[in-house]
T-cell receptor
Framework: DGGITQSPKYLFRKEGQNVTLSCEQN?????MYWYRQDPGQGLRLIYY???????QKGDIAEGYSVSREKKESFPLTVTSAQKNPTAFYLC?????????????FGPGTRLLVL | AQSVTQPDIHITVSEGASLELRCNYS??????LFWYVQSPGQGLQLLLK??????LVQGIKGFEAEFKRSQSSFNLRKPSVHWSDAAEYFC????????????FGKGTRLSVIA
């Protein structure tokens, strides 16, 4: 059963703590993306990766970091430098083939600050 | 730069009534256009997409959308709304080239009343 999984569903962060959100896909997609969603603001791009071992900053990368060591995995770390991390985080992936560039989304992780 | 505008933040319709959600885009070339739906606390599900060809596109759940180049629009329609259609709807445009991220509108929240 192919798809995108995100874990955990809920995550709690204490002040000064780094936390890592997991995103895994078994769709054999080359590209992966991280978005942040806040009420009334739609989706804002944090980072994306078009290929293994390469990634680019999106519109709101400050306070976040990523890695792409494997094709199927694109973890997002929310660092202590991110002062307002409470949000819903969505991971997506897309195939590389021309004419197939459709993004598919995972179920999301809600991050809350204690 | 490319952009997407969804003019309606919130729409309320009666069950059984018709629905049209508006989407206007700004894009320098022939766009790829998408509509996604999001239920509360969930990820985004692809409803339909337009890449080329017939400008009237059929999607899942009885939705359709029409690409009008002269109006830079890609409005989503459904002839008869069901209570289960209550959700947030996002229009997106892209990509500029292979695997560059989609640009999303801020979304339209649909409420359905009996």
């Amino acid at each position: 059963d192919g798809g995108i999984t995100q874990s955990p569903k809920y995550l709690f962060r204490k002040e000064g703590q780094n936390v890592t959100l997991s995103c895994e896909q078994n769709l054999n997609h080359d590209a992966m993306y991280w978005y942040r969603q806040d009420p009334g603001q739609g989706l804002r791009l944090i980072y994306y990766s078009q290929i293994v071992n390469d990634f680019q900053k999106g519109d709101i990368a400050e306070g976040y970091s990523v890695s792409r060591e494997k094709k199927e995995s694109f973890p997002l770390t929310v660092t202590s430098a991110q002062k307002n991390p409470t949000a819903f985080y969505l991971c997506a992936s897309s195939p590389r083939d021309r004419g197939q560039e459709t993004q598919y989304f995972g179920p999301g992780t809600r991050l809350l600050v204690l | 730069a490319q952009s997407v505008t969804q003019p309606d933040i919130h729409i309320t319709v009666s069950e059984g009534a018709s629905l049209e959600l508006r989407c206007n885009y700004s894009y320098g070339a022939t766009p790829y256009l998408f509509w996604y739906v999001q239920s509360p606390g969930q990820g985004l599900q692809l409803l339909l997409k337009y890449f080329s060809g017939d400008t009237l596109v059929q999607g899942i759940k009885g939705f359709e959308a029409e690409f009008k180049r002269s109006q830079s629009s890609f409005n989503l329609r459904k002839p008869s709304v069901h209570w289960s259609d209550a959700a947030e709807y996002f229009c997106a445009v892209g990509p500029l080239s292979g695997n560059t991220p989609l640009v999303f509108g801020k979304g339209t929240r649909l409420s359905v009343i009996a």
